[in-house]
T-cell receptor, first 115, second 113 residues
Framework: AQSVTQLDSHVSVSEGTPVLLRCNYSSSYSPSLFWYVQHPNKGLQLLLK??????LVKGINGFEAEFKKSETSFHLTKPSAHMSDAAEYFCVVSLKRGSARQLTFGSGTQLTVLP | DAGVIQSPRHEVTEMGQEVTLRCKPI?????LFWYRQTMMRGLELLIYFNNNVPIDDSGMPEDRFSAKMPNASFSTLKIQPSEPRDSAVYFC???????????FGPGTRLTVL
């Protein structure tokens, strides 16, 4: 079975400081992993994805994530937080069910950026 | 690029009423997904379609929920009769079959009184 765990339900950082949102996954084979962001009252937007190519993945808005197989982690980082980064972030694993693939979402991490 | 379109954006109804949520996927996408988001349960996949055919509806909570996709550019999610516990944000997403990233609509916030 595959699953994804987001270790922090809330993270608060000051503007201009680094962001770290943690995600661990469990999978019986090499997974495909994603980070999505959801701003208030909006739909989910894809930030970045890992699909067994480079382990360091660059996404939009300065976000990056590193796939570490030995640690079964896919943490999301950004060197310097901006007020507009305040949102909920979802770590997602692609799950194969039958002949198709589906997304399984983590419980989400709410990021607050303080001025 | 219009993105995934959902309507209505907000729906308030009374218990027992029928509710119909609508989704127009991105043109050319042939997979469509319906999700429900609540504080208690997070994001849950309800049902998805490939090429207008329902593939997996195991996430549909009960017989009160039904979904259809009569053509490649339109899908509905119907709840009949609605109950207060159905209150949630319902998202529609689309993708190309075999491509893993999905594109989400803005959601429909349903409140059942």
């Amino acid at each position: 079975a595959q699953s994804v765990t987001q270790l922090d339900s809330h993270v608060s950082v000051s503007e201009g400081t680094p962001v770290l949102l943690r995600c661990n996954y469990s999978s019986s084979y090499s997974p495909s992993l994603f980070w999505y962001v959801q701003h208030p009252n909006k739909g989910l937007q894809l930030l970045l994805k890992y699909t067994s190519a480079a382990t360091l993945v660059k996404g939009i808005n300065g976000f990056e994530a590193e796939f570490k197989k030995s640690e079964t982690s896919f943490h999301l980082t950004k060197p310097s937080a901006h007020m507009s980064d305040a949102a909920e972030y979802f770590c997602v694993v692609s799950l194969k069910r039958g002949s198709a693939r589906q997304l399984t979402f983590g419980s989400g991490t709410q990021l607050t950026v303080l001025p | 690029d219009a993105g995934v379109i959902q309507s209505p954006r907000h729906e308030v109804t009374e218990m027992g009423q029928e509710v119909t949520l609508r989704c127009k996927p991105i043109s050319g996408h042939n997979s469509l997904f319906w999700y429900r988001q609540t504080m208690m349960r997070g994001l849950e996949l309800l049902i998805y379609f490939n090429n207008n055919v329902p593939i997996d509806d195991s996430g549909m909570p009960e017989d009160r929920f039904s979904a259809k996709m009569p053509n490649a550019s339109f899908s509905t999610l119907k709840i009949q009769p609605s109950e207060p516990r159905d209150s949630a944000v319902y998202f529609c997403a689309s993708s190309l079959v075999g491509v893993q990233e999905q594109f989400f609509g803005p959601g429909t916030r349903l409140t059942v009184l």
